[in-house]
């Protein structure tokens, strides 16, 4: 800190010591100024211009200096002057002090806090160096946040000083106007229907404020557009993978008037290219794997032959098998229109569909859900193009083993297919650039994925990055850095899974300009609305999840509250969302893991249970794994679960369950659970945490009550 600073940093905190050391904090209460109310109107009829000159020279020192007393004085304002110049005066000293507030803070730390946690706020002062004006009207608005935090936190952003002097004289007029107006009532000492009344618009203010924020909002982005006095339609839905076949379904469900557009095949990713095939792929290796450990059980002449091609087919047949679930028949005969055509919207109002034969046809809706869904992401690694690559996408295809398959990824989609293929007899590289695999689990649960990967075969480079394809003496090569060497990793197949990207363009965000969030998803609000209130989005294409059941749950609240949210909105409610990962062992999650619990600061207590003790298990030959819990220090409200073992995805179900409505690990361990089951390990999960928790002084004198009744 330079030298003027220093001075800067001194002079405020003198004048602020001197406040308090003067008993200035004593005069800035409710008592103080009742007390005193006649004799401050006294000295304002004899001395009126000296009077207010020193009221708002007060004013603006304490405002500026973010001393405590400022609605205290809006309210002596009002008693002293009136509404009418109480409200001039205050509005105006109120301004000042808070852009000398303001300017402060940016004198004093903002070069500090930029240059320490620039990149963290960089959303931040992207958002504000676009929409400052609008960020910062919005929080005057509110009286709920503290003005004086305001100032200090706005001095800390790229906002102009011009911008933040205009916008708070016009965001905090009419919050001064109802202190003033209280304070002028409260000067006459009785209760009247003009004081509660605008005690009672205080109260209702916030509400009324964000109402009109949102109008305005609305307004400005519906400013350039022509909103048809008619609609064709109610709903139309953009993309008909699991967001929105659910969206259509709602709004065909309450005899709404929906329109379905997609442009490729009915039920998306995860009939045709996700959770569908890769299932049915990751189950024909699992019963592989077990012919082939045959002689465990005593059966050595079990046949562990197949063909690839058989196996790749079978995906197809039990896609087609479940396609009708999704299909335009069906939902035809839900009452959906469905259209196979490409969608833009071309206006908040108006979709614009390209059909197959090149024609072209115009909806008006009254609200639009875009359900576009996402696609692998493929890394820009110099050669990767030159070798050739697979994804998620594209891999169903196959029809022949590749002999050497690297993975690139080592997230969940890369581990399912890394130990499919090495179960078919794949020569598996997996390669991972983050220190192990399945970051987002606990160490421990992703050590025991990886220690089966390496039982079964799979090479696992964790903390391997990739820096270049090549292709050498007619050999594939990928080049990796690990340890600060390079080495080369020969393969004859690629197959990427680094993760999915939304799909945002091609169909008009651009030309209406919605945002996206830095994770490349389509920006949207608490109640899934875009820039437009009026259009939507969920699943894979809005985030924050990209999972089937999570796209299938925001659907709902996307399609309830595009047809009925003029009525009542509802928030997307995300506080328990489950996820597995369909690896040997499954890995299932919901709530908090140990890893984010200390990330965050989160105090809980850890309960594992180890399901090698467990009967069912061992009879099953499956007994490795876990089941983890956090609860709640002494406690056992459960605040996350992990289980890691045999049909990890369905016992997870269960605590799910009892998260979402506040069943502890007392009542699930009072739960009859059937001998022999699996599910019995989620029972004696809880009982090693009642365990734990055993009254022991308790216990100690039941024994002596026992020895007692012995004689």
Not at 163 to 179: D, E, K, P
Not at 352 to 365: N, R, S, V
Not at 576 to 583: D, Q
Request: charged share 20%; with cysteine; aromatic share 10%.
């Amino acid at each position: 800190m330079n030298r003027s600073r220093l001075l800067v940093l001194a002079a405020i905190v003198v004048l602020a010591a001197l406040f308090f050391a003067l008993g200035g904090h004593r005069y800035l209460t409710l008592e103080e100024l009742r007390a005193r109310q006649d004799e401050l109107r006294q000295v304002h009829a004899a001395h009126p211009w000296k009077a207010a000159l020193a009221y708002f020279l007060a004013y603006v020192t304490i405002t500026g200096l973010s001393l405590p007393g400022a609605a205290v004085l809006t309210l002596l304002g009002g008693a002293i002057f009136g509404p009418l110049w109480g409200t001039v005066i205050v509005s105006f000293a109120s301004t000042i002090g808070a852009t000398l507030a303001f300017l402060a803070s940016r004198f004093l730390l903002r070069d500090w806090v930029q240059a320490r946690f620039g990149e963290r706020l960089r959303a931040l002062n992207e958002g504000v160096a676009r929409e400052g004006a609008f960020y910062l009207f919005a929080l005057r608005l509110v009286p709920a946040f503290p003005f004086f935090l305001i100032n200090l936190a706005m001095g800390l952003t790229p906002i102009r000083t011009w911008t933040f002097c205009w916008v708070s004289q016009v965001g905090m007029l009419a919050g001064t106007i109802v202190y003033v107006y209280a304070g002028a009532q409260l000067a006459e000492f009785r209760l009247s229907a003009g004081l509660v009344a605008a005690f009672t618009l205080l109260g209702l203010f916030p509400l009324a404020a964000k109402k009109a924020l949102d109008a305005l909002k609305a307004r400005r982005a519906y400013a350039r557009w022509h909103r048809p006095a008619a609609f064709d339609r109610n709903l139309v839905v953009i993309g008909a993978g699991s967001a929105g076949l659910v969206s259509a379904y709602i709004a065909a469900a309450v005899k709404a008037k929906v329109t379905l557009v997609e442009k490729h095949r009915m039920g998306g990713d995860c009939l045709n290219t996700g959770c569908v095939p890769s299932k049915a792929l990751i189950k024909t290796a699992r019963v592989l794997s077990t012919i082939r450990r045959a002689k465990e059980y005593g059966l050595a002449s079990a046949v562990a032959s197949f063909d690839f091609a058989e196996v790749m087919e079978r995906v197809q047949r039990v896609i087609q098998a479940i396609a009708p679930h999704d299909s335009m028949a069906r939902y035809r005969g839900l009452g959906v229109e469905c259209i196979q055509g490409e969608a833009k919207i071309v206006s908040p109002w108006i979709v614009e569909i390209e059909l197959p034969d090149g024609t072209k046809k115009a909806l008006t809706t009254r609200s639009i859900v875009i359900a576009a869904g996402a696609r692998p992401f493929v890394p820009p690694i110099p050669g990767i193009e030159k070798t050739g690559y697979l994804t998620s996408d594209t891999l169903w295809g196959l029809r022949e083993l590749p002999k050497r398959l690297v993975v690139l990824g080592g997230g969940p989609i890369g581990c399912e297919l890394a130990q499919a293929f090495a179960r078919f007899g794949a020569q598996v590289t997996q390669v991972e650039m983050l220190p192990r695999l399945l970051m987002r689990e606990d160490p421990e649960i992703a050590a025991l994925v990886e220690k089966r990967f390496r039982e079964e075969g799979v090479d696992v480079r964790t903390g391997h990055r990739a820096r270049e394809f090549r292709v050498e003496d007619g050999h594939k090569v990928l080049i990796c850095e690990h340890a600060g060497r390079e080495l080369a990793i020969q393969f004859d197949t690629l197959l990427v899974a680094v993760g999915r990207v939304a799909n945002t363009a091609g169909y008009g965000l651009e030309d209406l300009g919605i945002p996206v969030t830095r994770a490349r998803t389509v920006e949207t609000n608490e109640f899934l609305q875009t820039l437009y209130p009026n259009i939507y989005a969920c699943g894979d294409v809005a985030g924050p999840f990209q999972f089937t059941h999570t796209a299938a749950h925001q659907a709902w609240y996307a399609a309830v509250n595009a047809l009925f949210g003029g009525l009542k909105k509802f928030r997307a409610d995300y506080s328990v969302i489950p996820w597995a990962t369909f690896t040997d062992p499954e890995v299932a999650r919901v709530g908090l893991n140990e890893t984010e619990a200390k990330e965050k600061g989160i105090a809980c207590e850890v309960t594992t249970y180890g399901i090698d003790d467990l009967d069912r298990a061992i009879a099953d030959e499956v007994a490795h794994g876990l089941v983890k819990v956090l609860t709640v220090p002494g406690s056992d409200r459960i605040l996350g679960v992990t289980i890691a073992g045999e049909h990890a995805g369905d016992l997870i179900a269960e605590f799910v369950g009892a998260m979402r409505h506040g069943i502890g690990l007392n009542k699930i361990l009072g739960t009859i659970h059937i001998y022999p089951t699996l599910a019995e390990a989620n029972k004696y999960a809880a009982g090693v945490w009642k365990k734990a928790h055993a009254p022991q002084r308790l216990l100690a004198w039941v024994e002596r009550f026992h020895a007692w009744l012995r004689g």
